[in-house]
Structure formats: structure tokens, C-alpha cells
């Protein structure tokens, strides 16, 4: 007997030949094929794709060793466009949600059934009638237990089949919907892009070294070029229907942008994310601002794909809506956002006067860190200035800090007593702390942390011109 095993791009990897018992299903089995009374014995999701041969051969190997003669028949050619190939799979999903409703229906009515049987026979136990241990009727009543026991819960497993091909009838309902969805488009046209990059770097090194996989990476290309050619008209007639595709050109720092249902601080713009405010802590929140994601100095920010932004309102606009004790929604955001694009705001932003740069941190004559150690509880410490090798510096002398008349440094560094003389000490040298928080030394001896000098003061605004006044920010540490 001859088996055929048949790979075509709209058909699929069907087996060919095969009759009932005939053991050739159970061999293929273990090597990834399956079986279905519409479709035979076949590979699943093997439609539209390429043949997987490792699959094939090492079936058809197996087929021969049990004495079978074996057929294999790949066509690689296929001249539909991916419209007709993305309709073919639409359809498919339609007759799937069809036949589970179906299916779910039955177990429903299934389920129904059950349960009123369960109910008509527990009707003799309605009034509280117990089983009379001895009596004439006791093995009728505990049959009608039995009975009633047996139906409920096939009535259970029969609500839960329903649910299941329910879910599955969903799902293949909304197949459509899902695989237009403008967002969901991008995102995969992303991944498509970094495909084709990938095979045509492969093409080319076939190419190159003379390999005859060249066929192979030309074909994949092509499919994949079809494909985003496809995924792009979707893309543009979503935008043609009033879809916004958001980019970094549509923000400025300081916006504010709807995602996952909260209004999140945009910290920076960047080429494929928005790197937005972000605490854990007080997540979730209608508003989260840089301020409620600043910690020690420093601003913790979570990344957002374009994709998932679904509206924007500027930094002003949101001060006022919430000064007002209103947090805005998509139409009202809209409209502020029309009002005072990011371009207007990245202009204000532009003009506004820069503060003088700080020195350079590379002289090697500037302290880069400080080294403290104190015992917990104690009335002093000591400060050592560090250099960029985290070692004294030969230029600063170390300094002993000693407590208040009355007081302790009850935290260590921690301690706001010490900080504060710290803070003292830095400033008459001229130097603030960095923005990164105490650690622990290597030799868990004492903290570290790093400094850097003060920066240069404003100059006196000239007469008859406003300046905009610089933000007050926290003290270090």
C-alpha cells in the first residue's frame, strides 16, 4: 500500500491513503500529525505555511520502517495574494464559531435536561422525607439518591462543556475583529519588518557563500512582503476612519497619556516608547504624576508602546482639570489637546532659558564621592572624600561630624541630624549630593555616595525682560 503525504500552501500537510486500522495513524501520530473526520489525517497549522520537512521525513521514515511504501509530494508555489489567503482564514473562523455554538448549544440543552431530571426525581424528598433505614421503600429511595446525585452532576460537566465551546465560539467570532484591529496591526507589522530584515540578511549571506538555501530565504521574503503590503492598507484605512496613530511627534514631556484605563506623566519621548511615571506602590491610580514616581531623587519611569496610548492632554490642561477635581476623558482630552499640540509645548519648552552647566566632573581635582561611617546611635562621623578610583583624595582632609548637644545619629545616614550636617559640610565646599542614594561600601563598613558640584548661579535677570522662575527642587539626600 502506498501512503502520500501532500503539502500545498491553501491545503495544508494532508496524509493520503490511509483506511481505518490499518495502524499508519497510530505510527504518524507520535510525529505531530492528527486526525479529523472533514480533514483526514493531517498536520495541524501546516495551512499556509511552508512544509515542515523534519515533520515529514521523520513520519515517512517511520512509515517505511513498518513496511510501508511512502510518497512525498511538496508544492512551495502559491500565487494568491495574502487578501485571499486573510479571507480564506476569516471564513474558516466563521464556520469554526458556527459549529462551536452549536456544540455548546447541545451541552446547554444537554445540561437543562439533567437538571430538571434531578429536580422531578428530588421531589419525593422535598418535605424533608428521610430514607427509612428498613422500611419497604429504602432501596427505591436510595436508587432515586443515586439518580438524582448521577444527574446533577452530569448536569455540572454538561454547563461546563458549554462553557468552554461558548469561549471558543467567542474567540472564533471575534478572529476578525481581533486580527484588524489597527493597534494589534502595528505591533505586528513591527515584528514583520524585523522579519524581512532577518531573511534578507540570511539571503544574503546564502548568496555570499554559495549555500542552496537561496530559494528558501527569496520565497519567505516574498511571503512576508505580501504580508506587510496587506497589514499596511489596514493600518491606512483605519487612519482614513479616524484612527490615531500616535507617534513621538504627538508629545512632549510633561503630557500626560491614557493607558491600561490610568492617566500616566510622560517623562521622556523616545523613537518606539513613551518612558512614563511609574510606582508600584500607589498603582493603581487615575493620575500618576513624576512627583508621586520621584524617590530620593529620582524619577522611576515604566515604558509604553505607541500602541497602547489612547489619549493625550497636556501638562497645563491636566492642572487645571484637576485643580478643578475633575479627572478629563478621552473627548475632553481631545480637545485640550487639539487646543495645545505637543509642537506648541516642545516650542515653550525650547525657549524657555537652559541653567548654566554644571563644571566638569572629569578634573581630577573635584571630590567625585563621599565616604560616611557611623555606629548606630553614636554622636559622630566621619566624612572621607572619595576620587573616581574610590580612594581618599589626597586634596580634602577627612571631617568629623559631631551631633547636636542632646542628640544622637540614630539612622546612620539615614538620620536627619546627620544628613543635614552632611548637607552643611558639602555646601561649604561646594559640592550637593548626586541623584543616586546611599550604599553600602564594599567592605560594609560604612555608605557611599556620590557628589558633584553646585551648579553655576543664574545671572541677574536684565531690566524690562521676565525670566521664568526656576522649579524649587527637594534637597539632596
Known amino acids: 500500500m502506498t501512503i502520500e503525504i501532500e503539502h500545498t500552501r491553501a491545503g495544508g500537510t494532508i496524509l493520503h491513503g490511509s483506511v481505518k486500522g490499518d495502524g499508519v495513524y497510530e505510527i504518524v501520530q507520535q510525529h505531530g500529525f492528527r486526525y479529523s473526520q472533514n480533514v483526514g489525517i493531517y498536520i495541524r497549522s501546516s495551512r499556509d505555511k511552508e512544509a515542515q520537512h523534519w515533520q515529514i521525513n521523520r513520519a515517512a521514515d517511520a512509515l517505511r520502517a513498518a513496511g510501508h511504501e511512502v510518497k512525498i509530494e511538496i508544492d512551495e508555489h502559491d500565487d494568491r495574494s495574502f487578501a485571499e489567503i486573510e479571507s480564506a482564514r476569516e471564513e474558516r473562523a466563521e464556520d469554526r464559531a458556527e459549529r462551536f455554538s452549536d456544540r455548546a448549544g447541545r451541552a446547554t440543552a444537554a445540561s437543562d435536561a439533567r437538571r430538571g431530571a434531578a429536580h422531578s426525581i428530588g421531589r419525593r424528598f422535598e418535605l424533608g422525607q428521610p430514607i427509612l433505614v428498613g422500611h419497604h421503600s ?6 432515586d439518591q443515586e439518580r438524582m446525585h448521577d444527574n446533577m452532576q452530569k448536569s455540572i460537566e454538561e454547563g461546563k462543556r458549554a462553557g468552554y465551546w461558548s469561549d471558543r465560539a467567542r ?51 516574498r511571503d512576508i512582503r505580501k ?7 489596514v493600518v491606512e484605512k483605519a487612519e482614513a476612519e479616524g484612527v490615531k496613530v500616535w507617534g513621538p511627534a504627538d508629545f512632549a514631556p510633561g503630557d500626560y497619556v491614557v493607558c491600561l484605563g490610568s492617566w ?34 529620582r524619577v522611576w519611569t515604566h515604558p509604553v ?3 497602547k496610548v489612547r489619549a493625550r492632554c497636556p501638562e497645563e490642561a491636566m492642572a487645571a482639570f484637576r485643580a478643578d477635581g475633575k ?65 581618599p583624595h589626597k586634596d580634602f582632609e577627612p571631617v568629623t561630624l559631631t551631633a547636636k548637644e542632646d542628640s544622637k545619629f540614630h539612622r546612620s545616614v539615614w538620620s536627619r541630624p546627620l544628613q543635614d550636617e552632611i548637607a552643611r ?36 535677570a536684565k531690566p524690562g525682560v521676565e525670566t521664568a522662575a526656576a522649579p524649587l527642587l527637594p534637597l539632596a539626600g
Not at 504580508?227 to 492598507?233: F, G, M, P, T, V
Not at 561649604?428 to 546611599?438: P, R, S
Request: hydrophobic share 30%.
Open 305 to 307: 508602546d505607541y500602541t
Open 327 to 391: 479627572v478629563p476623558g478621552t473627548k475632553a482630552a481631545r480637545a485640550a489637546s487639539e487646543e495645545q499640540p505637543a509642537s506648541a509645548v516642545r516650542a515653550a519648552q525650547a525657549a524657555k532659558p537652559k541653567p548654566k552647566a554644571m563644571k566638569s566632573t572629569s578634573d581630577p581635582k573635584l571630590a567625585k564621592r563621599v565616604y560616611v561611617t557611623c555606629p548606630l546611635g553614636g554622636a559622630e562621623a566621619t566624612l572621607t572624600w572619595w576620587n573616581g578610583n574610590s580612594r
Open 138 to 143: 429504602e432501596r427505591r429511595a436510595r436508587r
Open 227 to 233: 504580508e506587510i503590503e496587506h497589514w499596511e492598507e
Open 171 to 221: 474567540a472564533a467570532g471575534s478572529y476578525r475583529e481581533h486580527r484588524n484591529d489597527p493597534y494589534r496591526t502595528l505591533r505586528r507589522l513591527e515584528k514583520l519588518r524585523a522579519d524581512l530584515r532577518r531573511q534578507e540578511q540570511h539571503h544574503a549571506e546564502a548568496v555570499e557563500k554559495g549555500y542552496d538555501s537561496t530559494d528558501r530565504h527569496a520565497r519567505l521574503m
Open 264 to 297: 500616566y506623566q510622560v517623562a521622556r519621548v523616545n523613537s518606539k516608547t513613551l518612558s512614563v511615571a511609574w510606582n508600584l506602590r500607589l498603582a493603581p491610580r487615575q493620575v500618576m504624576t513624576l512627583e508621586d514616581a520621584t524617590e530620593r531623587g
Open 425 to 460: 559640610i558639602l555646601d561649604e565646599h561646594g559640592y550637593v549630593c548626586g541623584k543616586d542614594d546611599w550604599t553600602l561600601s564594599r567592605d560594609r563598613s560604612g555608605f557611599v555616595r556620590t557628589i558633584q558640584p553646585k551648579p553655576a548661579p543664574e545671572e541677574p
